[in-house]
Nanobody, 123 residues
């Protein structure tokens, strides 16, 4: 079955950078859309960014546009989220998600989820 495993979270100062990884296994992902979501304490899960695995098209939430970059590496079956110019409001658990088909901006449309990785940005 499809498994998604995130890594790369941690504690960083405001203005710093982190790169999250999502290692995918259990399927051929060329027809998948892969996304990153995040959930801060007391808040609803929100869409961050997504990529079409096959064509490479991307989509970003306005709150991270220009600061975050989503990419994928076919040889490693891995999706990345490069996060630059981090802000305290970026603090959340970040989740990788996957679905067969095109990019969707809501979590309900994604069938596969990782366990999450904590990102904490100090001011």
């Amino acid at each position: 079955q499809v498994q998604l495993v995130e890594s790369g979270g941690g504690l960083v100062q405001a203005g710093g950078s982190l790169r999250l990884s999502c290692a995918a296994s259990g399927s051929t992902f060329s027809s998948y859309a892969m996304a990153w979501f995040r959930q801060a304490p007391g808040k609803e899960r929100e869409f961050v960014a997504a990529i079409n695995w096959g064509g490479g098209g991307t989509y970003y939430a306005d709150s991270v546009k220009g600061r975050f970059t989503v990419s994928r590496e076919h040889a490693k079956n891995t999706v990345y989220l490069q996060m630059n110019s981090l802000k305290p409001e970026d603090t959340a658990v970040y989740y990788c998600a996957g679905r067969v088909g095109g990019i969707a901006g809501t979590g309900l449309h994604y069938d596969y989820w990782g366990q999450g990785t904590q990102v904490t940005v100090s001011s």
